[in-house]
């Protein structure tokens, strides 16, 4: 942003022949919509439209257009993000990505990457985060995954809890109508404690009440299950002669919550099966007589993250142990690379560029997928995704970007 207002209209690029990539105006609105409902496969309604429109500024969009035909569009909004240290940090969410299947492969997903990280850059944030569709497409912008999540399946039927599991009490069940407030409450302490959380705007949570049913994937509307400290969000599936609960959203505080909280969901009997999504540290397995009922079905990852710039962003976030490195950053897209100081003390770091020889040689996109502590630097390692000069300086550096909670994603986007 120059000057303090949106002057990007003044810059329509044409990276690719015929196509401009320009800043969205209101007469685009239908365009974006079809566009969007296109890439993705569902309908919006007009509410649904109105809160997205409260998530991102429609004015903020980009797109690419053919003549009048709107044929790109990318949207993005800041978000506050917590980063490990229980620090936060200001990220700009990236969303609504789609080129029409007419256009494909000609370089608009690109050119409109180009333009919107050209802002992100300007506006001095120094991270960008978004949801991936798919894997193989947003390394070559820099980006690495940076949550990871664990789709899992239990049959209640066999659960039993280790008579050290604790037994607070304090559930109650409660109509969701009835407590979104408490419900918003305990969402915003979680998110100030889990890396990879943000501040949840009211649109968002306008989509999570209003439940639409064309995204309950055949089940219930959402039953609640509260605490002081936590809530369970879930719906049941009616398949054949089985039920399974299948749980949308459980955030918990504290361990007591956590272990409150299923102890009132194995508590549902005529239930088969109950299926979450963990982070990797879950302690649900460990609660249970048998560990392994909690079965893995999927592994995939939550977020990804990119550093817009490696100073500001590894200084914004606290770190477990002290640390001396001289890291090698290179960045396939733009020119956030280079050679860096790295020093923390007692959990706090500084981070300058150096002509000092590097110790460690990575991607921007290794640097981002450990930014929030979910990925080890030996597992880059040993794909050759990053070169340690010894085995002392990568442990120090696994040591030191570890964080004490798993990183979550609080809201998808
Ligand atoms: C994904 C999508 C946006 C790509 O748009 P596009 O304009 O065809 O992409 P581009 O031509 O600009 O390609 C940019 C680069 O990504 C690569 N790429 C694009 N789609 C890819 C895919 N599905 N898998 C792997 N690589 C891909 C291209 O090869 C190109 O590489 P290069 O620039 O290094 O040579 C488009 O296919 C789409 O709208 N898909 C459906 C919705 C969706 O998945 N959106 C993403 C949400 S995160």
């Given amino acids: 942003m120059r000057g303090g207002v949106h002057s990007w209209d003044d810059l329509p690029m044409t990276l690719v022949p015929g196509i401009t990539v320009r800043s969205a105006t209101e007469a685009d609105a239908a365009g974006i919509r079809l566009l969007v409902e296109t890439s993705f496969g569902t309908r919006s309604d007009e509410a649904w439209l109105e809160r997205a429109a409260q998530l991102f500024a429609p004015l903020d969009s980009i797109v690419a257009v053919d003549g009048d035909r709107v044929v790109g569009h990318v949207r993005s909004r800041e978000m506050i993000l917590t980063v490990p240290g229980e620090r936060t940090v200001s990220a700009r969410g990236i969303a609504g990505v789609g080129v029409a299947p007419t256009h494909r492969r000609r370089g608009i997903l690109r050119a409109m990457y180009i333009e ?25 912008f820099g980006y690495g995954p940076a949550v990871r999540q664990n789709a899992v399946t239990i049959d209640r039927r066999f659960a039993e809890f280790l008579p050290t599991t604790p037994n607070p009490g304090g559930v109650e ?10 419900v918003r409450e305990i969402y915003d302490r979680w998110r100030r404690l889990t890396p990879g959380a943000q501040v949840r705007p009211d649109a968002s949570w306008g ?17 609640t299950l509260l605490h002081p400290d936590g809530y369970a969000l879930y719906r049941y599936h009616h398949e054949a002669r089985e039920m399974t609960v299948e749980v949308a959203e459980m955030r918990s505080v504290t361990a007591d919550a956590h272990a409150a909280l299923w102890r009132a969901l194995f508590g549902l ?59 090698s950053v290179t960045d396939p897209f733009r020119e956030a690379g280079g050679v860096f ?27 981002g997928s450990m930014y929030l502590g979910a990925y080890p630097a030996r597992v880059f390692a040993a794909a050759n995704r990053l070169q340690a000069k010894d085995s002392g300086k990568l442990r120090a550096l696994e040591e030191a970007f570890g964080a004490d909670r798993d990183a979550v994603l609080g809201w998808f986007f």
């Fill in 116 to 140: 919107q990280h050209r802002r992100t850059e300007a506006q001095g944030l120094p991270l960008t985060i978004f949801t991936a569709s798919e894997g193989g497409i947003y390394g070559r």
């Fill in 173 to 182: 069940l409660v109509a969701l109508a009835d407590v979104t407030e408490r």
């Fill in 207 to 223: 989509n999570l009440f209003a439940d639409p049913e064309r995204f309950r994937g055949g089940g219930s509307d959402l039953f």
């Fill in 269 to 327: 009997d005529l239930v088969t099966r109950i299926t979450a999504e963990l982070s990797d540290n879950d302690p649900l397995p460990y609660l249970l007589t048998n560990p392994r009922l909690v079965r893995t079905t999927a592994r995939y990852d939550g977020l990804w993250l990119r550093l817009m710039d490696v100073p500001a962003a590894l200084t914004a976030r606290d770190y477990r142990t002290d640390l001396d490195v001289v890291l």
């Fill in 341 to 367: 100081a790295l020093t923390v003390r007692d959990g706090r770091a500084e981070c300058a560029p150096t002509d000092r020889a590097a110790d460690i040689e990575l991607g921007i996109d290794v640097l």
